[in-house]
């Protein structure tokens, strides 16, 4: 019995997958050579007459310095699980609405949100407000760890990647987001980030929304005739 419920519930999310490029008309494919690579490429794809087109050249970016690993909320095949403080970015199929960034608007996007202050993410595991972005002075304070985001020079431009964020599961990840690469080339915590040039274009492209398929090139290979992407 519990081998068949894991089955089903493979084969729901796989189809939720699905049903989510299906739907999408802009698309972002984050792949790297493998799961503890570093270095790796950003597409970007435009739906047009039922097809996706290229949008622009490959962008380098870098991900998480030990890697990625499955979103454990994801149908999974071979490869690490992501976790809490483990250095990886999550490989997984996530919607991307939200954008933010230091500038006080961006020509009336309601799904931007300028960064303050009083903006947090928490990523203390104990915390209600575990894995989300909030404003410190409309919540109650229970955390004792998260990132204070208008402090950080690599949010002068992003968008959120929503993982952990509905659903939300203790010590499996949190605050993961695109945007702009450290001089530095290493990688990063869990994000996935990139030359500021790029994630700008990227902020002001999404609209409405875009889908992000993030995963190594194996797996991205395997994947894509059943999801539809290129």
């Known amino acids: 019995m519990r081998t068949f419920l894991f089955l089903l519930l493979a084969v729901t999310i796989a189809s939720a997958q699905s049903d989510l490029v299906a739907k999408a008309d802009k698309l972002l494919v984050v792949t790297t050579p493998d799961w503890i690579s570093v270095h790796g490429t950003l597409n970007r794809y435009v739906r047009s007459h039922g097809k996706w087109k290229q949008l622009g050249k490959p962008v380098p970016i870098v991900v998480g310095k030990n890697g990625m690993g ?39 996007s309601p799904e931007y949100f300028s960064l303050t202050p009083a903006t947090e993410c928490v990523d203390d595991v104990n915390s209600s407000q575990y894995a989300h972005i909030v404003n410190n002075e409309k919540v109650g304070k229970d955390w004792n760890s998260s990132e204070h985001m208008r402090s950080i020079d690599l949010y002068r431009w992003g968008a959120v990647v929503p993982y952990n964020m509905t659903n939300t599961k203790a010590g499996a990840g949190s605050c993961i987001f695109l945007h702009i690469a450290p001089t530095s080339g290493n990688g990063t915590a869990g994000c996935t980030a990139m030359p500021e040039a790029n994630i700008e ?20 290979a395997r994947r894509k005739k059943a999801l539809g992407t290129p």
Request: charged share 20%.
């Open 70 to 108: 499955w979103d454990p909320a994801l149908a999974k095949g071979d490869g690490p699980v992501k976790q809490e403080g483990d250095g990886r970015s999550p490989a997984g199929i996530y919607p991307i609405h939200q954008t933010f960034g230091f500038a006080p608007s961006l020509g009336g």
């Open 201 to 220: 274009e990227i902020v002001h492209w999404i609209g409405k929304g875009a889908v992000l398929v993030q995963m190594p090139e194996a797996e991205y």
